[in-house]
């Protein structure tokens, strides 16, 4: 039972255009959300949340926009960069830091020169 | 480097031998989750410390698998007797554990049973 889905395994956007990456949730008692990009060998590295009380988030290049009633959120990056090539996981929980966060199962994205 | 350190980052077991999988979190934090990743899967969550304390391990398996953060030194996560279904990458996160405050992870160890 996957409460939080990635339904794009892969995404390939040009060097400069927008990339969307997109997760869909299933609990509603979920109250944080947060996007973590990830390279080969390396862990996860945290990029930008959003509280459900908010429907977007803005952090330079990066927005995360949240629709509650669609149980839908959204990463932006643009301008995308060859540097943003990576493993992007969207990840959700409740209780904050108390509690275990639940993530997708990812979406590579490729930024072609 | 104030940030999560993992070791090893790579461990070869044959089956039946056990796995110990050390965790420093970052400097400050209190809060400890090990998480395991399976090849094209997401992070799964096993389980959460603080200091001497088992907070959550909900995502653990019954057996063969345990943790720890004791007062002093790393957490760590054993698993005895490894089969080939537990090859997988492991890694461990910290946090200071206030509301909403993100994990960070360290970059794993990958663990190999032959």
């Known amino acids: 039972d996957q409460q939080v889905k990635q339904n794009s395994p892969s995404l390939s956007v040009q060097e400069g255009r927008i990339s969307i990456l997109n997760c869909d949730y299933t609990n509603s008692m979920f109250d944080y959300f947060l996007w973590y990009k990830k390279y080969p060998a390396e862990g996860p590295t945290f990029l930008i949340s959003i509280s459900s009380i908010k429907d977007k988030n803005e952090d330079g290049r990066f927005t995360v926009f949240l629709n509650k009633s669609a149980k839908h959120l959204s990463l932006h990056i643009v301008p995308s960069q060859p540097g943003d090539s990576a493993v992007y996981f969207c990840a959700a929980w409740y209780g904050g830091s108390q509690g275990n966060l639940i993530f997708g199962k990812g979406t590579k994205l490729s930024v072609k020169p | 480097n104030a940030g999560v350190m993992q070791n090893p980052r790579h461990l070869v077991r044959r089956r039946g031998q056990e796995a110990r999988l050390r965790c420093s979190p970052m400097k400050g934090h209190s809060h400890v989750y090990w998480y395991r990743q399976l090849p094209e899967e997401g992070l799964k969550f096993m389980v959460y410390l603080q200091k001497e304390n088992i907070i959550d391990e909900s995502g653990m398996p019954k057996e063969r698998f345990s943790a720890e953060f004791p007062k002093e030194g790393p957490s760590i996560l054993r698993i005895q007797q490894v089969v080939r279904g537990d090859s997988a990458a492991y890694f461990c996160?910290?946090?200071?554990?206030?509301?909403?405050?993100?994990?960070?992870f360290g970059n794993g160890t990958r663990l190999t049973v032959t």
């Open positions: 996160a910290s946090s200071t554990g206030t509301d909403n405050s993100p994990l960070h």
